[in-house]
């Protein structure tokens, strides 16, 4: 029987939100924090440069604890497709390079790759049997001239989760670099970068409980090193209290670039980095082990019962493959669409993808949120 943390967020006002691959919920503790968050911007004294400087700093310490690295390691983002486009831009490229992407993989992980042709790099992709590629699929296309394989860990679209250490272990062995996108992971699988991973990266807003708007990047500093570097941040540079000096000095940053050079600019984003780090201390509180866990007991009970006459299940059902995204279909699989409608009549929030109906349940679900899901799915 997994524990109970619906009193940590909502309301829900009788609502059931098994939705997480899309937006999970803000907890309460967070919720409060936006409440402050307002508060100092309605009264801008308050906005200090303590507030300043430790906004940033405390989601830094937070999303470090997460994964095991340095909190000066961590790039702050609002979004995965950030992370993406600044090693994609950055990495140093030669001609004749290649880039190894998954075909269904979900768009921000394809996207930011395709205008390197211009500059002589390949694009190739994998076809893997079950959306994500096991360690046979990948060595059998990795040549010489694979520099970069990006993928995600856990596929937004079938919920299979792919094996990193494997993955890791052959693009090291190919000296190709291996960019993991753990939006669909980071905060319900636990991860710490001893893997074989060379940078990982996630939005905030789904099992990460932030708002919308948020993300991080964690660059392998070796990479980090080697990254073409081309903005700087004033407040990188300098704080605003060196504004009131007689004379504000501006020139070329000089040295290697740190993670901080690559932030998105304007970390102290209060209304955003601020319930976000709460809402990472809470899941860290909490233990991601432990939420893991948790969501696996949903994802059990669900598919327990589940009526195997009227539907399908299409998300691996258990082993190391599986995640907390599942998916269905009804054996009549025209009738998903007017199923989704009919979920959300009766208050379950479920996502319609390709065709297939996704639930996601996360730490604020309970047993009985799923049997309300098993109740209109097996009574039609
Ligand atoms: C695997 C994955 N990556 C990224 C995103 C979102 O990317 P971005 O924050 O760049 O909009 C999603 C879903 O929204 C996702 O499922």
Redesign the pocket.
């Known amino acids: 029987m997994p524990s109970d943390f619906r009193a940590d967020f909502g309301p829900f006002e009788g609502k059931v939100w098994l939705n997480c691959?899309?937006q999970g919920a803000l907890p309460r503790v967070a919720v409060a924090e936006v409440n402050e968050a307002v508060a100092w911007k309605q009264r801008p004294f308050e906005l200090t440069p303590e507030r300043f400087r430790e906004t940033p700093a405390r989601l830094r310490r937070a999303l470090g604890k997460l994964i095991g690295a340095p909190a000066d390691e961590i790039i702050l983002a609002?979004?995965?497709?950030?992370g993406?486009h600044l090693i994609a831009n950055g990495f140093p490229w030669r001609e004749g390079d290649e880039v190894l992407l998954v075909r269904d993989?979900?768009p921000?992980?394809l996207f930011p790759w395709l205008a390197l042709e211009d500059r002589g790099v390949c694009i190739r992709y994998l076809e893997p049997a079950q959306h994500l590629p096991d360690a046979d699929e990948l060595r059998a296309v990795l040549t010489p001239r694979t520099r970069l394989f990006c993928s995600?860990w856990?596929?937004?679209f079938s919920g299979v989760a792919c094996d990193l250490e494997s993955l890791g272990a052959l693009c090291r062995a190919n000296g190709t670099t291996f960019i993991v996108?753990g939006?669909?992971a980071l905060g319900t699988r636990p991860f710490h970068i001893s893997a074989p991973v060379d940078a990982i990266l996630?939005?905030g807003?789904?099992w990460l409980c932030g708002p919308y708007g948020t993300?991080f990047l964690w660059i392998r500093p070796e990479l980090l090193r080697s990254l073409r570097f081309n903005q700087a941040y004033w407040l990188t540079q300098m704080t605003a209290d060196d504004l009131g000096k007689d004379h504000v000095e501006v020139s070329r940053p000089k040295g290697q670039p740190t993670a901080r050079s690559f932030d998105i600019f304007g970390t102290a984003n209060f209304f955003n980095f601020k319930p976000w780090a709460r809402a990472i201390e809470y899941l860290l509180d909490v233990g991601i082990e432990r939420i893991a866990e948790h969501n696996a007991a949903l994802v059990d009970h669900f598919l327990g019962g589940l009526d195997a006459s009227k539907y399908d299940v299409l998300s691996p059902r258990k082993g190391p493959r599986r995640s907390t995204l599942i998916f269905v279909t009804h054996k009549d699989r025209g009738r998903n669409h007017s199923l989704y409608e009919r979920l959300k009549e009766a208050g379950v929030y479920v996502a319609y993808r390709a065709g297939k109906l996704r639930l996601a349940p996360h730490i604020y679900n309970t047993l009985a949120d799923l049997d309300r899901a098993l109740q209109v799915l097996n009574e039609v």
Do not use: E, I
């Open positions: 691959a899309h609002n979004s995965a497709s950030y993406l993989d979900f921000s992980d995600t856990v596929h937004s996108n939006s669909q996630g939005v807003f789904k993300g």
